[in-house]
C-alpha cells in the first residue's frame, strides 16, 4: 500500500509579501531575495576584485621609447674626453699665443708673416693674423667645450693647412723625426681633433645639453668636410701648390 506522505521542504522560512493568510493567491514557500555580498575583505575568497580592471582587453601594443634627450652615464669616457680637450685645447691655445705675441718662445705675428711669406703665400699678414686668432680662440673653446665641432674643424682646417706647408719643403720629413720635428706632432693633432669630431665633448662640458655633445651621428662628417673644402680654397687661392708634389724650398712653420 502506498501512503501519500508530505515530508518537509528543507526551504527557508517563507517571506509572506502577498495577500493575507488563507487567501487563494498565498504563497506556500518563497525564497530569499538575492543579495550582493561585498567579498572586498576577503581576498582570499575566490571573489574577483572590481575596483580595477581587468588584466585582459585593449592593452597597449607598443611600449614608449626612452627619452633620448637624458643623456646615460658611460662610465670614465666622459672623463677621458675631457682630457683629450683639455691637453688638445691648451696646446693649441698655446700656439696662438706664439704666432700673436711671441709668448712661450713663438716667432710672433712679425716672424710667423715672414715664415707665411717665404713659404708662398700671398695676403701673408691677413693669414697670420687670421691662423693666430683660431687657434687662440677654438683652443679655448675646446678647453671649456663649447662650439666644440666649430672650434675642432677650426683647428682641423689650421693643422692641415700647417702639415701641407711642410710637406712642399724641399727636404724629405720624416713621420718620426730624430734630430728635427717630424710629422707625428700633426698626425696626433689630427687625430685628437677627429676623435673629438666624432665623439662629441662628453658631458664634461658646456655643449653638454645638445644631443650632438654624446650622440654627433652626421655633424661630425658635415664639419670635417667643412673645414677640408676652407682649407682646401685657401690653399688653391693664396699658395697654389701642390703639397704632395711640390719641391720648392720652404722653412718650417709652427702651425700645428
Known amino acids: 500500500m502506498i501512503h501519500d506522505v508530505d515530508y ?16 487563494a493567491d498565498s504563497a506556500t514557500t518563497a525564497f530569499p531575495a538575492a543579495t550582493r555580498t561585498d567579498y572586498s575583505h576577503y581576498p582570499d575568497s575566490g571573489a574577483y576584485d572590481t575596483s ?8 597597449p601594443t607598443t611600449i614608449a621609447p626612452e627619452n633620448r634627450d ?23 691655445t698655446m700656439r696662438g699665443l706664439q704666432k700673436l705675441f711671441g709668448l712661450f718662445g713663438g716667432p710672433g705675428l712679425d716672424g710667423f708673416t715672414q715664415t707665411l ?37 677650426g683647428l682641423l682646417g689650421i693643422v692641415g693647412l700647417g702639415l701641407a706647408v711642410r710637406l712642399t719643403g724641399g727636404d724629405p720629413i720624416p713621420l718620426l723625426g730624430e734630430t728635427t720635428r717630424g710629422l707625428e706632432t700633426s698626425v ?17 662640458s658646456v655643449d653638454r645639453k645638445w644631443r650632438w655633445s654624446h650622440r654627433p651621428r652626421f655633424s661630425g662628417a658635415i664639419w670635417l668636410l667643412l673645414a677640408v673644402i676652407a682649407a682646401g680654397v685657401i690653399w688653391y687661392l693664396l699658395n697654389g701648390t701642390n703639397p704632395l708634389t711640390s719641391t720648392t724650398d720652404s722653412p718650417a712653420v709652427t702651425a700645428g
Open 117 to 153: 711669406t717665404e713659404s708662398g703665400f700671398d695676403q701673408a699678414r691677413l693669414l697670420a693674423v687670421t691662423g693666430g686668432v683660431v687657434e687662440l680662440v677654438a683652443g679655448a673653446l675646446l678647453v671649456v667645450g663649447l662650439a666644440t665641432p666649430v672650434a675642432a674643424a
Open 8 to 23: 518537509p521542504l528543507d526551504v527557508p522560512e517563507a517571506t509572506r509579501t502577498g495577500p493575507t493568510p488563507g487567501s
Open 70 to 92: 637624458e643623456i646615460p652615464r658611460r662610465g670614465t669616457a666622459d672623463f677621458g674626453l675631457f682630457l683629450l680637450r683639455l691637453a688638445v685645447g691648451v696646446l693649441l
Open 188 to 204: 696626433l693633432y689630427i687625430a685628437a681633433l677627429l676623435a673629438l669630431l666624432f665623439a662629441g665633448p662628453g658631458r664634461w
Open 52 to 59: 580595477t580592471p581587468l588584466p585582459f582587453g585593449d592593452q
